[in-house]
């Protein structure tokens, strides 16, 4: 308990003196977050979910090391996501679609938080820039290739075995991510 409670001091003191991040809450998507048109030329896709991290930062000097604030906003781009109703013929279906594309949301809002507290966990030196972008860098990277799996491993959530083993994944993660709002 007192390792605990040291813990959080220490990780308290370092937000402090490393910076700060801020973030917005876990959302729950609807049919009316996918207000962009369809995707032409034959494609099989029945619908697209559209995220984006924005990274920014400010930096200013200390002593032997810089105070970072950092920006780190998950954006839906709901002009950019679509569904094609057209191609979904019944309400168990729309909720398989939106339970498989809240998987590519879970994805990105995973990868906003495992940046928050990766910056939040960095003391950042001179080249903080370097470091700072590195940390996105090898993050976005491994969130990409985890999107990538996820359509493989569920094919595009038509195998219901694979896509309820992600279901309950994403549950578990979000479960332990002190941000999730679900």
Known sequence: MELRIRRLIFVAVL???????????????????????????????????????????????????????????????????????????????????????QGHYNISYMEQQELLRAVSRTVFRADYNRVANSIFDRIDAKYKQLNQNYDADTQNSTNRVQQHSWDAYFQQRLNYMPLAKN
Not at 60 to 89: A, C, G, H
């Open 15 to 101: 937000m402090f003196f490393c910076g700060q991040a801020f973030s917005q809450p876990y959302k729950k998507l609807t049919v009316n977050d996918f207000k962009g048109a369809p995707g032409s030329g034959g494609d099989a896709a029945v619908a697209y979910t559209f995220c984006s991290i924005e990274f920014s930062y400010t930096a200013r000097p200390e002593k032997d090391y810089y105070v970072l604030t950092f920006y780190i906003k998950l954006i839906m781009n709901n002009d950019q996501s679509w569904m094609n109703l057209k191609k979904i013929t019944t309400r168990e279906m729309l909720d398989e679609i939106l339970k498989h594309e």
